[in-house]
C-alpha cells in the first residue's frame, strides 16, 4: 500500500498549494466527479424559474456518500444533491420512466441532511422544489425533455426536426436512450450571493462534509495508510481516470469464492460492523489518495486508451512527464528549421541541462518522485502495472540521460502563424529531440499497430526512460527493418519515412550508448565523423552520396521517381557489397547528364565518394554480410552534410550576386 500512503501524502500536500486558473482543482473528500446534463435553476424558496441543458462533457463536483461514489447493482444509492432525473423526479414513473424510480432514497437522505445542524439554505430550497414532484413537468414546459402521449421518448423521429440537445448528449443502447439517466444539478439564486451554482459553492461542500462525518455509522479501527483509528472504508472510489470509470483499484465482493480463503474468516453480514480482518483503510485516507491520483491524471498523466501513467513530486510540485519527447517537453522557444550546424547538438545539451537544473532548483533536496501506471484489465477492475519511487536528483538525471543519448533530428510540423483569419499553413521543422513513446511503437510496428501492442511497447520502454536501463535490441532491430524497406512507403508517405528515419537512428544511437556489451559502447554525433571508419557508417555515406547524385539528375531531367538507391535500400542494407556494384554501376547515365550541367556539383560529388571508398579497408569493402543500424547513421549524416553544403552555396552565390549589384550601383554605372 505504499503507493497509497504516498497519494493521501500528496493530497495533503496539495490542499496547501494555490489555486491554478484553468486547472481541474482537488476534488474534496465525500465527493465524486460526474457528466452533468441538466441544470435546473430555483429562487431561495424552492420555486422553479428555469432549466438549460449544459453544454457536452460538462462535468462537476457532487457531494456523494461512500455507496453512491462507487454504486453498482439493482439499487443503486443515491447522490444526496444532484443525481440522475430517475431520483430527483417525484413524477419520473408518471411518465412512463424506462428505469425504476429511487426518489424516496433520495428525498430521505437529502431530508435528513436538512434536518441536521449541518443544512444549507440552498440545498434546503432544493428539498422544497423537488417535494413538489413538478421535475418532469417543469422540463417538458421548457422543452429540455420530450414525451409524446406523457410517455417519455426514447428514440427522436427525425422527420421531427433536428434531435433536441438532451438526446444529443446522453449514451444510447441499439439506438435508444433513457432521458431519466440525465444528470442533474442545481442552482439556488439568493440576492447578493455570488457562487449561484451549488457545485461550485466551497460552503455547500464543507456542509456535507461536516454532515457525512457525524451521520458515518461504519466500523472504526486502525488505518493502515494513517496509522490512526478511523471509520473503515467498505467501498473504495472509483472515477479515477476519467468521469465515467467505472474499474477500481481496490475492489473485494467476492464472498463466494476466492477473496477470504485462508486465515480469515470474514463473513459479509460482519464486515461492516468489524471491519476487515486482512487490512483496514480509513474511509478519508482512501478518498484522499484516490482524489489526488485522479487530481494528478487530469493534470498530468499520459494516456494510452485505458492505459495511464503519471508521474509527481509528493510535495505537489511540478516535474517533467517522463513519456514526452524532448521538443514536446521544451516548447518554450522556437524550433530551429533543418540548419545543421556543428553547434547544435551542444545548444540542445546546454538547454536540456538548464531546463532539469530548474525543476531540480525548486525541490526540496530528498524529494520523492512517484512514476505510477495503471491499467484495466475488465470494466470493473484495474491494476498497477508499474510503481516506483525515486528521490528527484535520480528521476531528473535518468530523465535527462533519456533526452540526452535519444537525441536526433526528428521530423516536425509546425503552424505559420498569420493575421489574415485564414487556415494557417505549416513548415517542416527538424529539431534535435527524442522520440515519443507512441512514435517508437509506430516506427517498430508501423502505423497500424494494435492497441494492445502498442501499450506492450511503452511498458518496456518506460523502465528505458526512468530507470536508465538498456534499450530492447528487438525494437531496434524492427525499427531499422521498417526504416530501410523505404519501398514499401508510397509517394505521399515519405515524409512517414523521414519521421521513422529519424526516430531509427536516435534508437540505435541511444542503444549503443547503453549497449550492455561496454565494448560496443559508442557515443555518435549528430554531425558527420569524417574520421569514422567503421564498415557500417562508411556504406551508410556511400548509399547517401550515390542517392543525391541520382536525385539531382533526375531533377534536371523534370522525372519524378524513386532513386535506385532509395529502391534497394532492404537489398543494401542485406548484401552491401554486391547491391553496391549494381548502385554504383547504374549512376553512369546519370553522371552523364551532370558532366555538363553541374560540372562542379558531379566532380565534388566524385571526389566524396572517392574519399569515403578509399577509408574502407578491402576485406571490410568486400564484406557482404548484413549492415547493422549503424549505417542508417552515417546515410544521416552524409544527407544532412550535404544539404547543408547546397545551402551555404547557395547562400554563398546569393550574397555575391548582391555583392555584384551594389559595386555596380555605387559607381553610377547602368544597371
Not at 439554505?121 to 422543452?143: C, F, M, R
Not at 481496490?250 to 460482519?270: A, H, V, Y
Not at 487490512?279 to 494528478?296: C, E, M, P, R, Y
Request: glycine share 6%; net charge negative; with cysteine.
Amino acid at each position: 500500500m505504499s503507493w497509497m500512503e504516498k497519494l493521501y501524502q500528496t493530497y495533503e500536500a496539495a490542499l496547501k498549494l494555490p489555486v491554478v486558473e484553468g486547472k481541474l482543482p482537488l476534488m474534496p473528500i465525500s465527493h465524486t466527479s460526474q457528466n452533468t446534463h441538466i441544470n435546473i435553476v430555483t429562487n431561495s424558496e424552492g420555486n422553479f424559474i428555469k432549466a438549460i441543458v449544459l453544454p457536452d462533457k460538462t462535468v462537476c463536483m457532487l457531494p456523494a456518500t461512500e455507496k453512491s461514489a462507487g454504486r453498482t447493482g439493482k439499487i443503486p444509492p443515491p447522490h444526496p444533491l444532484a443525481d440522475k432525473l430517475q431520483y430527483v423526479a417525484k413524477d419520473y414513473p408518471k411518465y412512463g420512466g424506462e428505469k425504476p424510480s429511487f426518489f424516496e432514497q433520495y428525498y430521505v437522505l437529502l431530508k435528513d441532511w436538512c434536518d441536521s445542524e449541518y443544512s444549507h439554505p440552498k440545498v434546503q430550497a432544493v428539498l422544497q422544489y423537488v417535494s413538489k414532484g413538478t421535475v418532469i413537468e417543469d422540463l417538458i414546459k421548457e422543452n429540455i425533455v420530450h414525451v409524446a402521449d406523457n410517455v417519455l421518448l426514447t428514440q427522436w423521429n427525425s422527420d421531427n426536426g433536428e434531435a433536441p440537445a438532451l438526446f444529443k448528449l446522453l449514451p444510447k443502447d441499439k439506438g435508444v436512450l433513457d432521458q431519466g439517466s440525465a444528470l442533474v444539478c442545481w442552482t439556488v439564486e439568493q440576492a447578493g450571493d455570488p457562487a449561484k451554482k451549488t457545485w461550485e459553492d466551497n460552503t455547500i461542500q464543507q456542509s456535507w462534509i461536516a454532515y457525512y462525518a457525524s451521520a458515518d455509522n461504519n466500523a472504526k479501527g486502525l488505518c493502515y495508510i494513517t496509522g490512526e483509528i478511523q471509520t473503515l472504508a467498505m467501498n473504495h472510489p472509483k472515477k479515477i481516470r476519467h468521469s465515467g470509470d467505472g474499474a477500481k483499484l481496490i475492489s473485494s465482493n467476492d464472498w463466494q469464492g476466492f477473496t477470504f480463503l485462508g486465515r480469515f474468516t470474514d463473513e459479509k453480514k460482519n464486515v461492516e460492523t468489524l471491519g476487515l480482518q486482512s487490512v483496514g483503510i480509513g474511509t478519508i485516507a482512501t478518498q484522499k489518495a484516490h482524489n489526488a491520483l485522479s487530481w494528478l491524471i487530469q493534470r498530468q498523466g499520459f494516456r494510452n486508451g485505458d492505459q495511464v501513467y503519471v508521474a509527481w513530486a509528493v510535495s505537489g510540485e511540478d516535474i517533467p512527464a517522463p513519456l514526452v519527447d524532448a521538443y514536446g517537453m521544451m516548447d518554450d522557444e522556437e524550433p530551429k528549421e533543418l540548419d545543421l550546424g556543428a553547434n547544435l547538438a551542444q545548444d540542445y545539451a546546454i538547454k536540456l541541462k538548464n531546463y532539469m537544473a530548474g525543476y531540480a532548483a525548486k525541490l526540496a533536496e530528498n524529494e520523492q518522485i512517484i512514476i505510477m501506471g495503471i491499467d484495466s484489465a475488465t470494466p470493473g477492475r484495474m491494476g498497477i502495472i508499474y510503481y516506483q519511487e525515486k528521490f528527484n536528483r535520480e528521476f531528473l538525471d535518468c530523465l535527462k540521460k533519456w533526452h540526452q543519448e535519444f537525441a536526433w533530428y526528428q521530423r516536425h510540423t509546425q503552424e505559420i502563424k498569420n493575421d489574415t483569419g485564414k487556415k494557417p499553413k505549416t513548415k517542416v521543422i527538424y529539431p534535435i529531440s527524442s522520440p515519443v513513446p507512441k512514435d517508437i511503437a509506430g516506427a517498430a510496428y508501423g502505423n497500424n499497430v494494435s492497441d494492445d501492442l502498442k501499450k506492450k511497447t511503452i511498458e518496456r520502454l518506460l523502465p528505458c526512460i526512468v530507470d536508465g536501463l538498456a534499450f530492447p535490441f528487438d525494437l531496434v532491430e524492427s525499427c531499422v527493418r521498417k526504416a530501410t524497406n523505404r519501398v514499401a512507403y508510397a509517394n505521399d508517405e515519405q515524409w512517414l519515412w523521414e519521421k521513422n528515419l529519424g526516430i531509427t537512428c536516435a534508437l540505435y544511437k541511444g542503444f549503443r550508448a547503453r549497449h550492455p556489451d561496454l565494448n560496443q559502447r559508442r557515443n555518435f554525433d549528430m554531425a558527420l565523423e569524417e574520421n569514422y571508419h567503421s564498415r557500417d557508417y562508411l556504406y551508410g555515406r556511400l548509399l547517401a552520396v550515390a542517392e543525391r547524385i541520382e536525385e539531382i539528375a533526375l531533377s534536371v531531367s523534370g522525372e519524378n521517381r524513386p532513386t535506385n538507391a532509395a529502391r534497394l535500400m532492404q537489398r543494401f542494407s542485406d548484401h552491401p557489397a554486391q547491391t553496391w556494384l549494381t548502385i554504383y554501376k547504374a549512376l553512369d547515365p546519370y553522371m552523364q547528364r551532370l558532366q555538363t550541367s553541374r560540372t562542379a556539383f558531379l566532380n565534388n560529388q566524385r571526389e566524396e565518394l572517392e574519399t569515403i571508398m578509399a577509408a574502407f579497408s578491402i576485406d571490410d569493402f568486400n564484406n557482404n554480410e548484413r549492415l547493422s543500424g549503424e549505417f542508417l547513421l552515417g546515410y544521416y549524416c552524409q544527407r544532412q552534410k550535404m544539404k547543408q553544403d547546397s545551402a551555404e552555396n547557395a547562400a554563398n552565390y546569393k550574397a555575391k550576386q548582391t555583392k555584384n549589384l551594389d559595386d555596380t550601383t555605387s559607381t553610377g554605372e547602368p544597371e
